[in-house]
């Protein structure tokens, strides 16, 4: 007679085991934040591109380099090289040094505008998916898609390797063309939004877009392509640009 409170004790017991086992599995949505939210240091950092960082000035016009006596209409690209030899090049190179330092040695934050939400799916990331990572004959569960729900983002878990980036919600900022056009009291740099992560059957390799807008008509996009490495942290495999305005 003993036996059997034991009995049902041991069960009681199984029960909440098993119960917290299977509340500790993470759902899709809860696991594809906690892959974006892994990624985004390294994937902020790398579509914010400060141009005014770049190691040498971009490449001058054809009617500058014809102005200072290069001969453009035949060869742009000898044009090109003959300047850079020549003291014009040298003092605006030194010129752009020295503007480079003082930017990486100021430490004014630099804010930019993130959506409150990400809900955007890209349907057609699927075959994207697939095509990149032939070689492992990925298999994508269309069915499985939630293209109704997203996550709401939490912006205390925002952190760039940049460590002058800060994000505020684009709730924050005005609508229309005012968003451009706004004299902000802050460092204000731009606009970066991402869709959500679509992964294969097995989550081990996925995709997302990003775009990142400097202006009205001033920005771009890419497909990031990811995967899982061998210590079970997500890596950046690739990425395409997709657009330009």
């Known amino acids: ?52 960082l770049m190691p040498t000035p971009p490449p001058p016009s054809p009617k500058y380099l014809t102005e200072k006596g290069f001969d453009t209409r035949n060869d742009y690209h000898k044009a090109l090289k003959d300047w850079e030899k020549s003291d014009d090049y040298q ?14 040695n100021d430490e004014t934050l630099i804010y930019i505008a ?16 697939i095509n990149h990572f032939n070689d492992q004959k ?9 293209l109704e729900n997203g996550f709401k983002v939490d912006f205390e878990k925002l952190k760039s390797n940049n460590q ?11 609508k229309g063309r005012e968003f451009w056009t706004t004299n902000y009291d ?4 731009g606009s970066l939004s991402f869709s959500r992560i679509l992964f294969d059957k097995t989550k081990t390799f996925g995709v997302l877009n990003a775009g990142f807008g400097k202006g ?13 490495g061998e210590n079970g942290n997500w890596i950046i495999d690739k990425i395409k640009g997709t657009w330009v305005s």
């Open 216 to 228: 009205s008509l001033d920005g771009s996009g890419c497909r990031i392509f990811i995967r899982k």
């Open 91 to 104: 003092h605006r190179l030194n010129d752009w040094k020295e503007r480079r330092d003082s930017i990486i």
């Open 138 to 146: 990925l298999v994508v569960d269309s069915k499985a898609f939630d």
């Open 1 to 52: 007679m003993t036996k059997l409170p034991q009995i049902l004790i041991l069960i009681l017991i199984s029960t909440i085991f098993f119960n917290c086992e299977q509340k500790t599995e993470l759902t899709n949505l809860e696991f594809e934040k906690k892959v974006f939210y892994e990624l985004f240091p390294e994937l902020s950092d790398k579509m914010y591109n400060d141009i005014r």
């Open 164 to 174: 002058k980036l800060r994000f505020k919600p684009i709730s924050e900022f005005p």
């Open 114 to 129: 993130f959506p409150d939400s990400i809900n955007q799916f890209e349907r057609e990331d699927m075959y994207e998916l």
């Open 186 to 189: 802050f460092n204000f740099q």
